[in-house]
């Protein structure tokens, strides 16, 4: 390779190490300027539980050293898997260069003859992604403040030996209004003259430039990276009007997904706009960071040889963008057998029996809009539901899952590798199920789960248990920190030959009277979390899916399940990032959840759960995916996030995150009961449950038990004041 990136490592979330750089630390974590300190970085993305210490002194035993801080806000970045930590700006924040992570990496590359492309956020991305307690306020407005930071690391680059610097501005390829493209301009005329040698390559990625292609093309920038998977169109017009001593990068080889590239059709897609171009000035890349996909395909010595043979991770797509600058280099003849290679592969995948199932197709063709809809509107389900539940104001319950202990994780292990046998597994399985189902019982929940111990993943148990999907051992991508997930493979098309929950669903609800909920990952979620085929469209492939969920949903009814949750915690991350993309997938996605929902009598109550997202715009669509409940993950906005339900009227009930999951701290009553008191503000007190905001399978028995115990008394104590 070429150009070798610097600075695309971090130790939680490059936004964040943008927020430390540029020193944006909200006042709550203590900092006084300099260097950010890494308890200070981990506790704005994981938040820190208050801890005591004794001073020694009489009547001083126990001195607080540590406050307890409540993490930032995380959300998707883009429309991919991975979290952000979202930027916390003030209309007067300050800003000084207070972090010099990029200089330091390039610096410790060049120490071991590396000479690299450090790489940034640009700043009207980080202004853009930002958010501020002041209201009415953009965050765009602090831009003439931010930039002498972003002037001042750029020196520092340049004397350290650095001639090039990638700054990455995807929200280029959002609809951007006339004020953020003249926010572009001025940064760009600004940082361009910061170190004038050392030269920018301005980097969009996720879709096209589209009408901000004018503001892109015209910024003193020397290159400009292009994503041509997500948007091959853009090719063409920006080849046509871009000036000719740009350095255009061509992100050719697919950065979110897993196929083998088929390299002549990429060739001959190009040839007519490269023969045109200075060859020096063209350099051949990935569409994005290579972040979203795994690693290394050697290691998945297990998968069918065929499908194996189909795949690309990312040292196999560094040697694709190796075999395509040399084809356009040296001539065609200089790679050709790897070249025939690939059109070989690409062949063999097109015509092979492991992907098409006729009798699934035939499935897809026999869909009808009887199958898209609720026997009865809410206004009269959730009658007969109140009726046969009976539960209480303020229902409690948790998301799914509990904490997968380092004893649950080591009995799987032991299992897979055959040194645990079916037996003991299933009575390890069926002890922490029942110990579960006891323990809530014992708080005093009023819906139960199951615990989830059999599942490895949301997704991945689902697909494990569907065909046309493949599974990897090794193949982690990040999801936000050190929480990493293994995505399946969809590699054909989709059914569901047998049960997938009922059995473990009926265990536990065969250990209490309560209601345990069945717990289903919804189509859109599998689909958005999964690593898709690329030779079908995206709502086939979901279609496909909603049919198998369908089927679980059923059965689970059959079985007796009173309350079925169907997860699309991914639901809004597939949302397209221009509006006028908007509707066309919204109508896909609902219609694929009702599709998967609708199947049942009107006394079982639908759940769904969403993850953090913003819900304003796309509201009326959550509407009309008609669950019965919806739980959405509020505690880190502090109950924001219901404004949209609030202003829409939302009618069916909804049950907001009371605390974040995703920080080890445990909250206290009163800062439960204070949330709630938020939701009431916006809810109907007969629409308001009250759960956490996710599962709890990465958090610790010793987090979650006092966390849920504070979470029913706040609930018990709210039902006695109303």
Known sequence: MSKIPSNDFSLYDHVLDTAAMVGAVPSRYGWNGGEVPLDVYFAMARGNQGRTQDCGQPGHEHTAYEPNLTAMEMTKWFDTNYHYIVPELEDDQTFALSSTKSVDYFLEAKALGIHTRPVILGPVTFLKLAKSPAEGFNPIALLPRLLPVYEQLLRRLSLSGADWVQIDEPALVLDLNPNERAALEFAYGQLSKAAPELKIMLATYFGSLGDNLETAISLPVAGLHLDLVRAPEQLETVGRLAPKDLVLSLGLIDGRNVWRANLPAILDRIKPIVAGWPLDRVE?????????????????????????????????????????????????????????????VAAARATSTKVHDPLVEGRIASINSG?????????????????????????????????????????????????????????????????????????????????????????????????????????????????????????????????????????????????????????????NWSFVRDDVPRPEACRQIA???????????????????????????????????????????????????????????????????????????????????ISIETSRSKMELLDAFTNSKYPNEIGPGVYDIHSPRVPEVAEISALLMLARERL???????????????????EVRPALTNMVAAARALREKV
């Open 371 to 527: 199958m898209k809809h609720r026997k009865s509107a809410f206004s009269e389900r959730t009658r007969v539901q109140a009726g046969a539940l009976s539960l209480p104001p303020f229902p409690t319950t948790t998301i799914g899952s509990f904490p997968q202990t380092p004893e649950v994780r080591k009995a799987r292990s032991a299992h897979a590798k055959g040194r645990l046998s079916y037996v003991d597994y299933e009575t390890f399985l069926k002890k922490e199920t029942k110990a579960a189902i006891r323990w809530q019982e014992e708080i005093g929940l009023d819906v139960l789960v199951h615990g989830e111990f059999e599942r490895n993943d949301m997704v991945q148990h689902f697909g494990e248990q569907l065909s046309g999907f493949a599974f990897t051992q090794h193949a982690w991508v990040q999801s936000y920190g050190s929480r990493y997930v293994r995505p399946p493979i969809i590699f054909g098309d989709v059914s569901r030959p047998n049960p997938m929950t009922v059995r473990w669903w009926q265990f536990a609800q065969s250990l209490t009277e309560k209601p345990v909920k069945g717990m289903l990952t919804g189509p859109v979620t599998i689909l």
């Open 547 to 629: 049919l198998a969920i369908r089927d679980e949903v059923r059965d689970l009814e059959r079985s007796g399940a009173r309350m079925i949750q169907i997860d699309e915690a991914a639901f809004r991350e597939g949302l397209p990032l221009r509006k006028s993309d908007w509707k066309v997938y919204l109508d896909w996605a609902v219609e694929c959840f009702r599709l998967a929902s609708t199947g049942v009598k009107d006394a079982t109550q639908i759940h769904t759960h969403m993850c953090y997202s913003e819900f304003n715009e796309i509201i009326d669509a959550i509407a009309e995916m008609d669950a019965d409940v």
């Open 284 to 344: 051949i890349a990935p569409s994005c960071s290579m972040l979203h996909v795994p690693i290394d395909l050697r290691m998945e010595t297990a998968l069918d040889e065929d499908i194996r043979s189909w795949l690309a991770f990312a040292a196999d797509k560094t040697d694709e963008l190796v075999v395509l600058a040399e084809a356009l280099s040296k001539g065609r003849d200089a790679v050709a057998d790897a070249l025939n290679a690939s059109a070989e």
């Open 684 to 702: 109907s007190d007969a629409q308001l449950w009250v759960n956490p905001d996710c599962g709890l399978k990465t958090r610790k028995w010793e």
